[in-house]
């Protein structure tokens, strides 16, 4: 909004010579711009000397400007009292009138009237001058006003006495137009000496100072708020002049001091005496904005009173305060919260910095600071229930850091502080509600989460439990008779929780056990040690074991894989060093045996895992057949030595006969395989083959069942087929193998952890498949003739695979066979319903040998030869249930397919029946009409069969009429055919009298013929 603002114009008297600045405004006429003294940028000097007169008010000649002179008549206005002035002007006046009536007389020859003319001229003139003498008189009084204030140390103790003083010296009213336009001109240069810089904050005393003067120059409201407006005027000029940014700025700034200040000084009338919006363009939450701001300026320097020790009298001040600066309560208690948590954050500060300065005490003197923190926040949460908290500080009661935007980042240090204090509170062992109260007071001023602050005081209790142990771990715990109470008696103490407490028994036996196998062994008086610690810390057995294997197993695991991997191979010094890391490290045979599996299956892995990835079958039966070497040779002898066996033949050979006749009744009907019979062998290869495998160390767990048996399946084609070597030219020799390679397929079924079951179906599997191929190739026209039954049994025992399944298999074969042909027939039609039967009662299993759809199609063309068979005659149960019986077909699709069929033919039957009967074929005709009478059994019409001519139909009636029909027949081709119970009878009697037409028409062809 863009103000017409007007300029000051001086006076004639004043641009006559007067060296005087003018009067700068009228009261009462629209007011012109103030010549107010420009505002600079503080210097060092100007903020000293604010700086020194910040405890008074400003006054002076800076202020209200230089002392103005008289002159012309106002000197002697000046020394004349308002009684010698008026004595004066008539002694003047009647000495006039006197000289003017000589004057006259002489001159008008002794006239009267000339002589009283004479006195009245210089009458007016005398009265003339004395006008003039008065009317300087209100500037006169203005000059004194003037220079009495600037030449006053402290305006503000000015009295409205004073004034009204010095307006009764010179006889004038203080509501002169003068005297008044100096008044607002005093008024107004003092309010903006008052009002700070834009880049200084209000001090507070700024409201009181300008009433206090205001009053003292009686000015009324509406004479200073339009002071107020001319200072607004000219900020608002200032900062339509500015082209700099940061000028701006502080215009902006000035502006809602200026604002803020008024309101205050005029109070609820500063709505009507102030009008911001129309002026100045300014909106209601712009105005709300400048008293705001200005207000939480003076209230955030009026908190800094508050000190963590709380005085009731200081909140009350400080309640007092945020009223008369017009704060609302919610801004007010939000200030006081940051500032009691500014001075909270000063002392957790001040408390870490103690603590990370390592200083001696430094743990007590942080603990100092913090329990300063709890000492305030109890304040303040007490005063917050004062009956009289209403007249203290808004704000009050208990604090917390949390939610504050650096409160995650500053969330560690909070922890560190918390648990200093903790650890000082509850260093004696003993923890009470005296205690754990400023603890959860803590927590909530730190803003820590019940669980953060549970987990703080759980560390800090096992610190000290811990330390408790130690200390009485040799004295008092060593000698009481019951462990166990004397520790629940410490974890009650301390309200330590006994499972954790447990927790830590293990955690120090487990420090212990490290310590002592840290030279790769365990001495007799470690292994008593470590007893000890087990017995006075109440640690269970299987807890101990637990740590042991966990702890000794892996020194344990590295020896054994030393030993595996040795490139020497497994000699004596790696025996040894297995043995005696087996017994010095105490482990229990399970774990040594368990920590023994785990590294050796991990390298069988590594072996499937190289046969799996070899290029060929042959390539993979060498890997795994490495990996049945690397069995004998080193797992089963370092087995036996972890076992602390010299010789495990005895042992071998129990296990070996153990499981030979383990499951011998289950498979004694599968010992004719002749694959299964080599992986049992004789007395003579057992001889040749000394050294046995392990068995108890299996991939059973590790591998699926299917790559098991897969990989087992692999090697037992390796042992049949043998090696090829390729030769030259392309050819390839196969190499014979002898028994004892399927001595190692055996050993193969117990590393991959086969059961005798599987072992079993791996190789009826594989005989089976091989007797399937052959099998094929003898019947592939699928015709068994007794030279190819012959044949099939030599090549059965030599696979020896029992007569039942090698039957099987053939059937299977032949069946297929069969099948093949089966559907070919139906194919080409040459298969009913009755081929059918036969085949169901050859026992054939007609599901296995025709599809499905086939036998729709077998269905659906018995259907249709029903419907054209020409006998009218239609049987729902051997349509409905005995042939889709027969054909395996559900019965409502069955009767689904018969009334599609129905519904086509019966129209197609009744066309039929009229074209022949058009061609006098009578027979035919007949069977048409039978035909359609199956199809209405199927499917019942609803209604007569429409034909455009009625006379055919007739005619069909009377030819079947004539084929002696049953009678129910006849009535429902009646019905059918649409032809009414008259016609009927008609026809019925022409045909007793042989006069029916049709007949009379067949004669007469034969006569002409």
């Known amino acids: 909004m863009e103000l017409a603002l007007a300029s000051a114009k001086p006076s004639a008297r004043a641009a006559g010579g007067s060296s005087c600045p003018p009067l700068l405004f009228s009261p009462l006429k629209p007011f012109p711009l103030l010549r107010f003294p420009p505002r600079r940028r503080p210097t060092a000097a100007r903020l000293r000397l604010r700086a020194s007169a910040a405890a008074s008010s400003p006054g002076g000649e800076e202020v209200f ?128 000496s008052v009002l700070p810089p834009a880049d200084e904050d209000l001090k507070g005393s700024e409201v009181q100072a300008i009433i206090k003067f205001k009053r003292a120059l009686g000015l009324d409201d509406v004479d200073a708020a339009n002071m107020h407006m001319e200072i607004g005027r000219r900020i608002y000029r200032e900062r339509l002049e500015t082209s700099d940014r940061d000028a701006d700025m502080e215009q902006r700034r000035a502006f809602q001091k200026l604002i803020y200040v008024s309101n205050l000084v005029f109070g609820d009338q500063s709505v009507f005496l102030l009008p911001w919006k129309r002026l100045f363009g300014v909106t209601d939450s712009q105005i709300e904005i400048a008293m705001r701001e200005n207000a939480k300026s003076l209230y955030s320097s009026q908190l800094k009173s508050i000190g963590r020790g709380l005085d009731i009298g200081t909140l009350i001040d400080v309640r007092r305060a945020q009223l008369a600066y017009k704060l609302s309560d919610e801004i007010a208690a939000e200030m006081f919260r940051e500032h009691a948590k500014k001075l909270v954050e000063e002392n957790v500060s001040t408390a870490l910095d103690i603590m990370k300065s390592r200083i001696p005490d430094s743990l007590a003197k942080a603990v100092e600071e913090v329990e300063s923190v709890i000492k305030f926040n109890s304040s303040l949460t007490t005063l917050s229930k004062h009956p009289q908290a209403d007249q203290f500080a808004c ?42 109260a400023p603890l959860n007071e803590l927590r909530n001023i730190f803003g820590l989460g019940k669980r953060e602050a549970e987990g703080i005081l759980s560390d800090v209790k096992a610190h000290i439990y811990r330390r408790t142990l130690a200390k009485v771990f040799n004295t008092e715990l060593a000698s009481v008779p019951s462990k166990a109470a004397f520790l629940q008696i410490l974890c009650e103490k301390l309200q330590f929780d006994p499972e954790l407490a447990s927790k830590m028994h293990k955690e120090i036996y487990r420090e212990k056990l490290q310590q002592f196998v ?116 080193v797992v089963s002898e370092l087995l036996a030595d972890i076992k602390g066996e010299l010789s495990q033949t005895a042992e071998t050979e129990a296990s070996s006969t153990a499981s030979e006749s383990e499951g011998e009744d289950d498979e004694y009907e599968w010992e004719s395989l002749a694959t299964l019979r080599k992986t049992r062998p004789d007395k003579e290869l ?42 030259s030219f392309g050819t390839a020799i196969s190499t014979k193998k002898d028994d004892s390679e399927f001595l190692m397929l055996r050993q193969l079924g117990d590393i991959l952890g086969l059961t005798r079951k599987e072992v079993q179906d791996v190789h009826i599997k594989f005989t089976e498949k091989a007797f399937v191929q052959q099998a094929e190739v003898i019947l592939a026209d699928g015709k068994l003739t007794e030279a190819k039954a012959d044949q099939l049994a030599k090549i059965q025992k030599q696979f020896g695979l029992p007569t039942e399944n090698a039957q099987k298999i053939i059937k299977a074969i032949t069946t297929t066979k069969l099948s093949s042909a089966i559907e070919a027939s139906v194919a080409r039609g040459q298969i009913g319903i009755q081929q059918v039967r036969g085949l169901k009662d050859a026992n054939f299993q ?112 009377a030819i079947y009429l004539k084929s002696i029909p049953k009678p129910e027949k006849l009535s429902r081709l009646q019905d059918l055919l649409g032809i009414s119970n008259e016609k009927a009878n008609k026809i019925r009697d022409a045909a007793s009298e042989g006069t029916l037409p049709i007949a009379a028409a067949e004669e007469k062809e034969e006569l002409t013929f």
């Open 65 to 192: 400007g230089a002392r103005k002179e008289l002159t012309g008549l106002q000197p002697l206005v000046e020394s004349l009292p308002p009684a010698a002035r008026t004595a004066a002007e008539l002694a003047v006046a009647a000495a006039a009138v006197a000289a003017g009536y000589g004057i006259g007389l002489r001159l008008g020859g002794g006239s009267r009237a000339v002589a009283v003319a004479g006195g009245a001229v210089l009458g007016a003139a005398s009265v003339a001058g004395a006008a003039a003498v008065n009317s300087v008189v209100p500037e006169v009084a203005a000059v004194g006003l003037h220079n009495y204030v600037a030449g006053h140390d402290d305006p503000t103790n000015m009295d409205k006495a004073e004034v009204e003083a010095i307006a009764n010296k010179y006889g004038v009213s203080t509501q002169d137009a003068a005297f008044k336009a100096e008044l607002c001109d005093l008024y107004a240069r003092y309010v903006y």
């Open 395 to 436: 704000g009050l009661g208990p604090l917390s850091l949390g939610g504050e935007y650096d409160h995650d980042r500053r969330a560690d240090d909070l922890k560190i502080l918390y648990k200093a204090y903790a650890t000082e509170v509850l260093s004696d062992g003993i923890v009470d509600d005296q205690k754990l």
């Open 518 to 633: 840290a030279d790769g062994e365990l001495s007799k008086e470690e292994v008593e040690a470590l007893m000890a610690f087990q017995v006075r810390l109440c640690i269970p057995q299987e807890t101990v074991d637990a740590v042991h294997t966990e702890i000794c197993g892996q020194l344990f695991e590295k020896v054994v894989k030393e030993a595996i991997a040795s490139v020497d191979g497994y000699d004596t010094d790696r025996r040894e060093a297995v043995r005696k890391a087996a017994q010095s490290l105490y482990l229990k045979k399970e774990a040594a045996m368990a920590i023994f599996g785990k590294a050796v299956r991990k390298l069988f892995l590594t072996y499937i895992q190289r046969a799996k990835e070899a290029a060929n079958t042959i390539e993979t039966a060498k890997e795994l057949k490495k990996l049945i070497s690397f069995n004998t040779v």
């Open 686 to 727: 057992k001889e040749k083959l000394r050294k046995s495998s392990q068995n108890e160390i299996t991939l059973k767990d590790d591998i699926p069942l299917r790559d098991r048996t897969e990989l087992y399946e692999t090697y037992l084609k390796f042992c049949i087929g043998g090696e090829t070597t390729n030769v």
């Open 846 to 957: 007609l599901d296995s040998l025709i599809s499905e759809p086939l036998r729709e199609s077998i269905y659906r063309k018995t259907v249709e030869e029903i419907f054209s068979s020409g006998t009218g005659d239609f049987d729902e149960d051997e349509v409905y249930v005995k042939i889709p019986a027969d054909l395996i077909i559900n019965a409502e699709k069955a009767k689904s397919i018969v009334q599609d069929i129905a519904k086509v033919r019966l129209e197609n039957s009744l066309v039929q029946a009229i074209a022949l009967l058009r061609q006098k074929k009578r027979d035919d005709v007949v069977s048409s009409l039978n035909d359609l009478l199956a199809c209405d059994a199927a499917v019942p019409a609803s209604q007569p069969l429409s034909w455009p001519t009625p006379g055919e139909l007739d005619d069909l009636y």
